[in-house]
């Protein structure tokens, strides 16, 4: 399993980006998938996740700020990122669920707003 990001860079506060993240190579059917971030010394934290019926979380510090979305048919999700905040900086990763409940992950993206 391969899961590739992009998308990440350094804007300034306010500014916007759009991560992607494509799946390859696997095998069995994707439950869900989600972005998680972690700032320098803090824990990983849910940041959106999605369900292959596009069912949406959000953790509360990024509603209406952020839009997860996925294409199915590519294995690809993606999230973009408005109105962003220096607390937005951190390594975002992807991470893919797949139906027997194994977690895959890439290799993180870094976002650095700048205020």
């Known amino acids: 399993v391969q899961l590739v990001e992009s998308g990440g860079g350094l804007v300034q506060a306010g500014g916007s980006l759009r991560l992607s993240c494509a799946a390859s190579?696997?095998?069995?059917?994707?439950?869900?998938m989600g972005w998680y971030r972690q700032a320098p010394g803090k824990q990983r934290e849910l940041v959106a996740r999605i369900s292959r019926s596009r069912t949406t979380t959000y953790a509360d510090s990024v509603k209406g700020r952020f839009t997860i979305s996925s294409d199915n048919a590519k294995n690809t999700v993606y999230m973009k990122m408005n109105s962003l905040q220096a607390e937005d900086t951190a390594v975002y990763y992807c991470?893919?669920?797949?139906?027997?409940?194994?977690?895959?992950w890439g290799q993180g993206t870094q976002v650095t707003v700048s205020s």
């Open positions: 190579a696997i095998i069995f059917p994707i439950n869900d």
């Open positions: 991470d893919v669920r797949v139906v027997l409940g194994s977690d895959y």
